[in-house]
C-alpha cells in the first residue's frame, strides 16, 4: 500500500528545503575549495618571482632554489662589531642617501674615488648626511688613514647603481685630481678590504671598482693604472694570508 505521506504537501516542502541545504554546502565547499587553489597559486607565484628577483625583497632574506638562504652574510653583517680603528658615524635615515633598506646578500666590495681632491672622510661623511644628498657609501677612508663608517653593513648604500643591493662599498679619499691614494690611505683601504674578506667569507677576486659595474671613471687612477689596480687586489690577498 502506497505510503500518502511521501506526496503530502509537507513532505513535499521538506525534501526541497533538504535538497536546496544540499546544494547550498555543495558550492560553499566549491567556492572555498577555488579559495584555498587561487592561494596556492598567488603564493606560489610569488617565490617564484622573489626567487628569481631578490631585489623585491627589503628584508635581506632571499630563498634560494638550492635550499641556502644567501641572505646569510647579511645576517652575519647585523651581528658584526666593528674594529675599535673603524669610527662609526651613521648618516641619519631618509628617501635617498641611506634609505634603511636591506642588502639582499653580501657579494663583492666596490672601490671607489671621491672626485674631490684633498678633501676629508669627515667632510665626505657630513656630504652624505645633508636631507638633499642622493649618494652615499658604507665606508670613507680619509687622507691621515681614518676610516668612517656612514652606513650599516647590511643596509644599501647609494653608490654603485643596480649593484647597490648586494654589494659593500667603500669611498676612497685622494690629495690631488689623478686619484691615487696617498700611502696612509692606501695601508686603510688594504686594511679595512682584508677585514671585510675575512669576515664575508670573500677573496681578492670579489673586489670591484665602480667602473667594473658602471663603466664610470673610478676610482680614476685604478682604472687608468690597471697595473696599480691588480697591485691592489694582490696587496689584500698578501694581507688576508697573514
Keep these: 500500500m502506497q505510503d500518502n505521506s511521501y506526496y503530502s504537501r509537507s513532505a513535499v516542502i521538506e525534501r526541497r528545503r533538504l535538497r536546496r541545504r544540499r546544494i547550498a554546502i555543495r558550492r560553499l565547499f566549491l567556492c572555498g575549495l577555488t579559495v584555498i587553489l587561487a592561494v596556492l597559486v598567488v603564493g606560489a607565484g610569488v617565490l617564484v618571482y622573489r626567487l628569481f628577483n631578490p631585489e623585491s625583497y627589503d628584508d635581506g632574506f632571499v630563498p634560494s632554489a638550492f635550499g641556502r638562504n644567501v641572505s646569510e652574510r647579511v645576517t652575519k653583517a647585523k651581528e658584526l662589531e666593528m674594529p675599535e680603528w673603524v669610527d662609526v658615524q651613521l ?8 634609505t ?4 639582499t646578500d653580501i657579494k663583492n666590495i666596490v672601490i671607489h674615488y671621491v672626485g674631490n681632491p684633498n678633501t676629508t672622510a669627515q667632510n665626505n661623511r657630513d656630504y652624505f648626511d645633508k636631507a638633499d ?8 677612508v680619509g687622507l ?4 668612517i663608517q656612514c652606513v650599516p653593513l647590511y643596509e644599501k648604500s647609494a653608490a654603485s647603481n643596480e649593484r ?8 676612497v679619499c685622494h690629495p690631488d685630481n689623478s686619484g691615487k691614494y696617498n700611502d696612509k690611505t692606501y695601508e686603510s683601504v688594504i686594511k679595512l678590504i682584508a677585514y671585510l674578506c675575512e669576515n664575508f667569507s670573500l677573496d681578492e677576486n670579489d673586489i670591484i671598482r665602480h667602473y667594473d659595474i658602471t663603466g664610470k671613471i673610478c676610482p680614476k687612477y685604478y682604472v687608468e693604472h690597471e697595473d696599480a689596480w691588480e697591485t691592489l687586489k694582490e696587496d689584500v690577498k698578501e694581507k688576508l694570508d697573514e
Excluded: M
Excluded at 691621515?144 to 676610516?147: D, F, L, P, S
Design 91 to 98: 648618516i641619519h635615515k631618509h628617501t635617498t642617501a641611506r
Design 133 to 140: 644628498t642622493t649618494v652615499s657609501s658604507h665606508f670613507v
Design 100 to 103: 634603511g633598506i636591506n642588502l
Design 144 to 147: 691621515e688613514g681614518e676610516i
Design 164 to 171: 647597490n643591493k648586494d654589494t659593500i662599498s667603500i669611498e
